[in-house]
């Protein structure tokens, strides 16, 4: 004998939307809590303290050109060697002259690396240039 199914009644099936509301909230709170690096910024440069100094102005354009203890040089992350570091400049220069050059060195790099971009931004045209240190403290 057959034993009828009462009528209205549906498979049961768990309710996922607070499951779903759950992993909405823990991504919203993973993007909200992420540090973004700005890409220029190289976290493995040991820059040097200084005593006095000044913030950039945040209204130019800036570049960052990370020299790296061993001489290596770096612009947003991409090694360049010292004949692309003069053509990269040179562009620079030329869609903008007063773009902030800010040269980061490691503080254990030999002085004729940081001298060699220096002069590379001098030959470019580039006059409006600042050493990246830590604040002292």
């Known amino acids: 004998m ?3 199914e009462p009528e209205g009644v549906d498979e049961l099936s768990p309710n996922l939307t607070p499951m779903i509301d759950v992993v909405f ?7 909200l809590a992420t540090t973004f690096l700005d890409p220029e910024k190289e976290i493995d440069i040991d820059l040097p303290v200084a005593e006095s100094g000044e913030q950039g102005a945040s209204e130019l354009e800036q570049i960052y050109i990370n020299v790296h203890k061993d001489g290596s040089v770096t ?23 007063d773009t902030q050059i800010t040269i980061r060195g490691d503080r254990q790099v030999h ?27």
């Open 2 to 4: 057959r034993i009828p």
């Open 25 to 31: 909230l823990l991504l919203i709170f993973f993007m």
């Open 75 to 97: 612009i947003s992350g991409k090694d360049v060697s010292s004949e692309e570091l003069k053509r990269v400049l040179r562009q620079v220069a030329v869609r903008n002259p």
């Open 111 to 137: 002085h004729q690396a940081m001298v060699s971009v220096y002069d590379a931004c001098g030959i470019a045209g580039l006059v409006n240039l600042a050493v990246g240190t830590l604040e002292e403290g």
